[in-house]
């Protein structure tokens, strides 16, 4: 080796230049042909799956992947009955998704949610390495909600390729179990609807108190539209059915339709018509593009409009006209398959064509409460009847000839402030007029 080295070093033409010439055309057809090796050995033994953020397995692999698993330990000093929680999330890199929703009333709602960072993340599954790479791409963006396209892909041996419907429908299974039993509320995003922070735990509908029947009614209606598609159908009516809760607030109109959805194992989707970039475009496209099994909600709809007329309480008027709102209820365009439900408190501000037959077909006033609730409520909280209608004697003696009445909101607050002892709400039933409660 020495002396082929010594010849070349020795030779005029090496020592001119062709023969680093020569090393480097080497050097270089070596290079590209390890990466072309590695890139067929890559080939060869991985298989990758990608997941664009547009498909609906995206959110539930990233689901799976920040699912928190809980190991119960009995420390030494408690009792069996006593556990700690140890929280091993399944990826180690986390970025935070905050949803945040303003009320009417000026109060507001934020829900943290913690999802898998960008860059690469190793888990192990059924025995098989598998590597996540969660990528966005900052220079393509979703034109429907402007939001920077992103993708995850799973990498594993080619041999465990048979692995990835059985990950799929893992993380579809877990992600519809945290579900089951829940509601799930949608808010619109955009041309689409998100989940709005995690499902709530279903309200049975004995909690929410309304007078006599009403109860009854609505879920016999509601449950007679549901099981009559067919007979929709053959005598060609469009299959939707709309329902108006009017009456005072805190009246439980909000309350009974969650707790209705839970009933029916329903979700609830919340529109609200004075939502600043609303447009009738996209409006109908929403309601068009509903969640399946979803109630659509379109609360206090006289804040919306006034009449005919747009409200403009907050300093902007909605992109919704009065006519496009009209044509996404029952127009050409309009959804089939859907209920809905419409909640106010002042009936006489809606337009009489927006509430007519086919667009509102049940109305229920839901106002203030009878004797009849006030005593189902109590025994509700005390579980103790006898002392009801002393309390309803209370009330009315403190409405006098006015026939003051407080709301079902009032008296909830009233019976949780007084929840242990139910002598002394019946006492201090005057404070519901003033409305002054300290601890």
């Known amino acids: 080796m020495e002396a082929v080295l010594q010849s070349l070093s020795d030779n005029p033409y090496f020592s001119a230049g062709f023969g680093l010439f020569g090393l480097g055309t080497v050097a270089a057809i070596a290079r590209k042909s390890t990466i072309h090796g590695a890139a067929l050995l890559r080939r060869r033994l991985l298989v990758t799956l990608e997941i664009p953020s547009k498909d609906k397995s995206y959110a539930w692999a990233l689901h799976w992947l920040t699912t928190v698993e809980q190991s119960m330990t009995v420390s030494e000093e408690a009792t069996k ?14 970025s935070v998704e905050t949803s945040f929703r303003q009320h009417d009333n000026g109060a507001a709602t934020t829900q943290f949610t913690m999802v898998p960072g960008i860059g690469s993340h190793w888990i192990k599954y059924q025995g098989a390495w598998m590597m996540i790479n969660r990528k966005r791409d900052t220079k393509m963006i979703d034109l429907q909600n402007a939001a920077p396209w992103e993708t995850v892909t799973i990498t594993t041996l080619r041999r465990d390729a048979h692995l990835f419907p059985a990950f799929l429908k893992d993380a579809k299974e877990h992600a519809l179990s945290a579900q089951a039993g829940k509601t799930v509320i949608y808010t619109s995003y955009g041309p ?9 735990k279903k309200r049975p509908i004995s909690s929410v108190v309304l007078d006599d029947g009403i109860s ?7 449950r007679r539209f549901l099981d009559n598609w067919k007979w929709y159908n053959e005598r060609g009516i469009p299959y939707r059915r709309g329902y108006l809760l009017y009456g005072s607030p805190g009246s439980g109109k909000s309350s009974f339709i969650q707790a209705l959805a839970g009933e029916l194992e329903y979700n609830i989707c919340i529109l609200n018509l004075s939502e600043r970039g609303l447009t009738d475009d996209r409006l109908n496209h929403l309601m068009t593009v509903m969640p399946n099994r979803s109630i659509l909600l379109l609360e206090d709809a006289d804040a919306a409009f006034n009449k005919r007329s747009q409200t403009n309480d907050q300093g902007y008027v909605s992109g919704v006209t009065f006519s496009g709102l009209l044509n996404a209820l029952d127009g050409v365009a309009a959804a089939e398959e859907r209920l809905i439900f419409m909640t106010t408190n002042h009936i006489d501000r809606l337009d009489p064509a927006l509430i007519r037959p086919g667009r509102v077909d049940v109305k229920v006033l839901v106002d203030w409460p009878s004797d009849a609730q006030v005593r189902r409520l109590f025994a509700k909280f005390y579980d103790d009847e006898s002392k009801a209608d002393r309390f309803v004697d209370a009330l009315q003696k403190e409405g006098g000839v006015e026939g003051w009445r407080p709301s079902m909101a009032a008296l909830q607050g009233h019976f949780i402030y007084f929840r242990d002892d139910p002598e002394e709400s019946i006492k201090q039933v005057h404070m519901l007029r003033r409305d002054s409660y300290s601890a």
């Open 192 to 200: 689409e609807w998100r989940p709005f922070g995690q499902p709530r």
């Open 81 to 94: 009955a006593s556990w700690l929680t140890k929280w091993r999330p399944r990826s180690h890199q986390l």
């Open 216 to 222: 009854d009614r609505i879920l016999q209606d509601v």
